[in-house]
């Protein structure tokens, strides 16, 4: 697949993560920074705001309250007006985990994932969070990934990075996950699957750390294109844009030596590019229980 990207934040995150579109604007955090930032394409207007702690994610809240954060000490409340206000603990502190990445599905429900911050230890988890509260629904991973769910609702996607794999499960609709199995491993030497999106056809886009891109695969876990951007370590894709057709890429400059950063000089940068297919909208947090 051929590509135009641009880059049109040219910010060198240490660890850009976690892109989403919400209303007009790509959000997104730097884990490491630690800020979040936010784009407004139509104006080209760029806010950053300082985080107390390690951020790994973003998700709105529906009804315009702001957004969940996901920081090392647990979950929060983040409006850019007012700041972070903590909301629970996720893990016992000794762990040394922190949340990485995270997905909202078509229902409202929060999934998102812990990771050990060393990146040493299997300790970290995925999590489902609804208006009854947090519950564990995978474990034994070390840096979990790329939650996202198939446009049916009925599949979901979870990838161990380490191992390099990515797994599929059955989403039952009141949110239970079953028939765990592997839905592609990536045999990329030096690359591994880091953030994914789900389009609106229903392929996954995996964004390849290590790997200067991302792979689109199909249901049936076929690797169907490919797109190659000027940054080794290449995080997540969002679709963005008022048709859903940009398709944003975070990157790094974690890990990267002084060669490395001189030579490719946009890593940590926010790409954009077009592409021919539309992703699925960004879903909002449902906290509140239906009446």
Same mark, same amino acid.
Request: net charge negative.
């Given at each position: 697949?051929?590509? %135009? ?10 660890? &850009?993560? +976690?892109?989403?579109?919400? @209303? #007009? ?7 490491? &920074?630690?800020? =979040? ?8 207007? @760029?806010?950053?705001?300082? /985080? ?17 954060? +996901?920081?090392?000490? +647990?979950?929060? *409340? ?19 985990? @922190? ?11 929060? $999934?998102?994932?812990?990771?050990? #911050? +060393? ?10 969070? %609804? ?41 039952? /609709? ?11 491993? =990536?045999? =990329? ?15 996954? $886009?995996?964004?390849? $750390? &290590? ?15 490919? =797109? ?17 057709? %940009? ?5 790094? *400059? ?8 001189? /030579? ?14 539309? &992703? ?12």
């Amino acid at each position: 697949m051929s590509t %135009t990207e641009t880059c049109v934040w040219d910010l060198k995150a240490t660890l &850009g993560e +976690g892109p989403i579109w919400h @209303r #007009d604007t790509l959000w997104f955090v730097d884990i490491k &920074g630690p800020r =979040i930032h936010s784009f407004h394409p139509a104006s080209g207007e @760029r806010l950053s705001f300082d /985080a107390p702690e390690p951020v790994g994610f973003l998700a709105p809240i529906a009804g315009g309250g702001g957004f969940i954060a +996901g920081l090392k000490s +647990g979950l929060h *409340r983040f409006h850019p007006a007012s700041g972070f206000q903590k909301m629970l603990e996720i893990e016992p502190v000794e762990l040394d985990n @922190r949340a990485n990445d995270a997905t909202v599905d078509p229902a409202g429900r929060l $999934w998102f994932g812990t990771m050990h #911050d +060393g990146e040493e230890k299997p300790t970290g988890a995925l999590y489902r969070m %609804t208006a009854d509260g947090v519950a564990k629904m995978d474990k034994g991973v070390c840096i979990t990934n790329g939650p996202c769910v198939s446009p049916d609702g009925e599949t979901f996607y979870h990838t161990d990075t380490l191992e390099k794999t990515i797994y599929a499960y059955d989403l039952s /609709a009141d949110g239970l996950l079953s028939n765990k199995r592997i839905f592609v491993k =990536i045999g =990329i030497d030096g690359a591994w699957p880091d953030g994914s999106v789900v389009d609106a056809e229903g392929y996954l $886009w995996v964004a390849l $750390w &290590g790997g200067f891109g991302a792979v689109r695969f199909s249901p049936s876990g076929e690797a169907v294109a490919r =797109i190659d951007l000027p940054a080794p370590n290449v995080t997540k894709p969002c679709f963005g844009g008022p048709d859903l057709k %940009t398709l944003y890429f975070t990157t790094a *400059r974690k890990g990267l030596s002084d060669a490395e950063l001189a /030579a490719y000089p946009l890593a940590g940068g926010l790409f954009a590019l077009p592409v021919g297919v539309a &992703g699925q909208p960004q879903y909002e947090v449902r906290l509140d229980r239906p009446q």
